[in-house]
């Protein structure tokens, strides 16, 4: 069984500057990775994704995370946020050996700030 | 990718009725689910719809309190039944390939409110 967890609730940061959103996991196999993004009466969409590879991936909208294994990390980062960037972002796991079911953290919410 | 329409949006029902959430996917998937979010939560797999045969359900949930129908490929029903205060929540429906690391793709939610 897999785990996640975001280590912060919400994230304020005004426009234009850099921001990392935090996600660490716990699994005893190998996983794949992903980060999702929702916006208000939305649905989720997916950032990007880490099956396996360059262990820094790049996303839709600037965004891009990188993979440490030795850490169990998935952080997200951007460098220059925009209104438009505020949501609530969701990390979230699966098991690699086959189709699995997805594990997802609890969720950050960013707020831009003019 | 895979669009996904469902219905209704939101809803307010009084305790102890019934509603069901509709999900139609624009192509054939392998996997649907069904989740819910509550606020401060993550979000939380209530089961996977099987077609043609029952539903696969986590922990925590039972097939008497939330039917789930998959009569075909494209299509799921989610019944939320005997609706108490604790059932509010927004419902989201999934879809995937089932092609391993394929990526879950999501409906808008239906927002539920129980009073």
């Known amino acids: 069984a897999q785990s996640v967890t975001q280590l912060d609730s919400q994230v304020p940061v005004f426009e234009e500057a850099p921001v990392e959103l935090r996600c660490n996991y716990s699994?005893?196999?190998?996983?794949?990775l992903f980060w999702y993004v929702q916006y208000p009466n939305q649905g989720l969409q997916l950032l990007l994704k880490?099956?396996?590879?360059?262990?820094l991936v790049k996303g839709i909208n600037g965004f891009e995370a990188e993979f440490n294994k030795s850490q169990t990390s998935f952080h997200l980062r951007k460098p220059s946020v925009h209104i438009s960037d505020t949501a609530e972002y969701f990390c979230?796991?699966?098991?690699?050996?086959?189709?699995?079911?997805?594990?997802f953290g609890i969720g950050t919410k960013l707020q831009v700030i003019p | 990718s895979a669009v996904i329409s469902q219905k209704p949006s939101r809803d307010i029902c009084q305790r102890g009725t019934s509603l069901t959430i509709q999900c139609q996917v624009d192509?054939?998937?392998?996997?649907m689910f069904w989740y819910r979010q509550q606020p401060g939560q993550s979000l939380t797999l209530i089961a996977t719809?099987?077609?043609?045969?029952?539903?696969?359900?986590e922990s925590g949930f039972v097939i008497d309190k939330f039917p789930i129908s998959r009569p075909n490929l494209t299509f799921s029903t989610l019944t939320v039944s005997n609706m108490s205060p604790e059932d509010s929540s927004i419902y989201l429906c999934?879809?995937?390939?089932?092609?391993?690391?394929?990526?879950?793709?999501f409906g808008n939610g239906t927002r539920l409110t129980v009073t």
């Open positions: 999934s879809a995937a390939t089932g092609v391993k690391g394929s990526p879950l793709h």
């Open positions: 699994s005893s196999v190998s996983v794949y």
């Open positions: 880490y099956l396996s590879g360059s262990t």
């Open positions: 979230a796991v699966s098991d690699s050996g086959g189709y699995q079911k997805v594990t």
């Open positions: 192509s054939q998937v392998t996997m």
């Open positions: 719809a099987n077609q043609g045969s029952e539903a696969t359900y």
